[in-house]
Every structure is written in structure tokens, then in C-alpha cells.
């Protein structure tokens, strides 16, 4: 359903820096360096499967801000993989937030493994794993 999801920054190459390391961590490679028309930069990260991850700097040229209420969630491969995107974007600028990461009971879903986290703008994001 979804073609993209896209998150301001207010600092480029430090986004850069920030997603090529925990991206990396769910074997996404490079972005695609695109220069918007307005002369702005834009992160494309492409995980292969037609689903891409942006990072932009705003082209109105008003600070990146984030939104409440909204998380981008990763999907990862296994509950281990939640704890190691965690863990690699904290120890890359990130902050943890919330509780640790580790499973979560949901009464729909049966039990799910959650790291909540922040990227150095702010953007509130999440490795997840669903159990098979």
C-alpha cells in the first residue's frame, strides 16, 4: 500500500550517517542522492522490495520538526535484529525511548517484539518483529 515514508532533517549529512549505519543493520544498502528541483537533498533508501525510506530537508527551508503522534516502525527479522537496530541507533545519535526493548503482549496480535527509539532530528521510530 504504501510507496514511501519521509522524515525532515535538519542536518543532512548527520541523517546520512545515522540511517547508512542502523539501515544497514536490515541489510538496506545506500541511498540515492536526489536533488530536489528546489536544490534540497533527498535520502532515498530502497529496501529492494519497492518500499523506499526518505530523508529530506524541507523545502520550504522551515526547520524539520516532528510529527506527534507518528512512528515510522521497521520491520525486522527477528528479535534479536529489534535489539541490534536499537542498540546500532543509539550508539549513532539515536535515543531510546520508552520502555526497553524486548517483547510486548497485545491482545490481537499475541506477543511482539518492540524497540522504540528516536533518530537525532527527533523522528520517533521502531524496529518490530511479529512472531511467525
Do not use: W
Request: with cysteine; proline share 7%; charged share 15%.
Amino acid at each position: 500500500m504504501l510507496f514511501h515514508t519521509m522524515v525532515g532533517s535538519n542536518d543532512i549529512e548527520r541523517s546520512k550517517h545515522f540511517y547508512d549505519t542502523v539501515l544497514g543493520t536490515l541489510g538496506v544498502g545506500e541511498p540515492t542522492r536526489n536533488i530536489a528541483n528546489s536544490g534540497h537533498t533527498r535520502l532515498i533508501y530502497n529496501d529492494g522490495n519497492g518500499t523506499n525510506f526518505i530523508v529530506s530537508q524541507p523545502i520550504n527551508d522551515e526547520p524539520a520538526t516532528i510529527a506527534n503522534g507518528s512512528t515510522v516502525a521497521f520491520s525486522c527479522k527477528s528479535p534479536e535484529q529489534v535489539k541490534q537496530l536499537h542498540d546500532t541507533a543509539v550508539a549513532n545519535g539515536g535515543t531510546s525511548i520508552e520502555a526497553p526493548p524486548g517483547p510486548r503482549e497485545t491482545a490481537s496480535m499475541g506477543t511482539i517484539e518492540l524497540a522504540y527509539f528516536r533518530d537525532p532530528d527527533g523522528n520517533k521510530l521502531c524496529g518490530i518483529h511479529f512472531p511467525n
